[in-house]
């Protein structure tokens, strides 16, 4: 999940900074792994090496899978990344299957999940209601929903979907990240941080969690957590060294 929340939200977007938090926000390039701008006070989500790009497509991984994260994010990817054509053959015999058995929620998801990938974020949403509608506790479909809400910014509802994902779902350490990213939009950085924490609890090897957490304890002028946070982020995946640097200021 990680690559599909962060990518939904990287480059556009900083973290706010209050009297309480960090005091200053550097500007990368577009495109870059944290890219900010002042564009929006919603903070926005760095999108790593590790991101969830397939995964609104594929299940959360299971928490005992230290490699998977959330960008790994909730997902096992395929062995193949698919493309747009891929995407649009998933809604073509989706189409064929719903038109025999409209009824069909496996169907729906499929189609679900391809129009998210697609852009299609208002259509996938629709696919999602029906899935829940005919199966209320399926929590991949709420995780999925949950990720295809971050990239319409609709944070609160986003909660709500990654919530109702770990009714069913307890053990989905992509879950609980999913909406410790979504609090960290609406400025909720004390709020996410038990999410992020129980992600950890989770996988302990979770760099992201550990990069995210030590975001928003810099954010709640906890300075000595984020460090330690952060430090641990940067062993684990090189690329945090840029958070490190941006909001625990060590060179």
């Not at 960008?71 to 891929?86: F, G, I, L, S, W």
Request: proline share 6%; glycine share 4%.
């Amino acid at each position: 999940m990680k690559n599909f929340v962060l990518h939904l939200v990287a480059g556009t977007a900083t973290v706010l900074l209050t009297t309480q938090c960090a005091t200053t926000v550097e500007n990368d390039t577009p495109g870059s792994r944290r890219a900010v701008s002042t564009e929006s006070s919603a903070p926005r989500l760095p999108a790593t090496a590790t991101a969830v790009t397939n995964a609104a497509s594929a299940p959360p991984a299971a928490a005992t899978s230290p490699t998977a994260s959330v960008a790994t994010a909730p997902v096992v990817e395929p062995a193949a990344r698919k493309n747009n054509a891929d995407y649009k053959a998933d809604i073509r015999m989706a189409d064929a299957a719903l038109k025999a058995k409209p009824r069909d929620a496996d169907a729906l998801l499929v189609r679900a999940k391809a129009k998210s990938h697609l852009k299609d974020y208002r259509e996938a949403v629709t696919d999602y209601n029906s899935v829940l509608r005919l199966k209320p506790t399926n929590a991949e479909a709420y995780y999925n929903r949950g990720l295809t809400r971050l990239k319409l910014k609709e944070y609160t509802p986003a909660i709500s979907d990654f919530s109702k994902a770990l009714k069913y779902r307890p053990d989905d350490k992509e879950a609980f990240f999913g909406r410790g990213a979504a609090k960290m939009q609406l400025f909720n950085f004390k709020g996410a941080i038990p999410d992020f924490t129980k992600a950890l609890t989770l996988d302990s090897t979770y760099a992201d969690a550990y990069e995210y957490r030590g975001i928003s304890y810099s954010s709640i002028n906890k300075p000595n957590e984020a460090k330690m946070d952060l430090e641990k982020a940067t062993r684990l995946n090189p690329e945090a060294a840029k958070s490190l640097r941006r909001y625990a200021g060590k060179d």
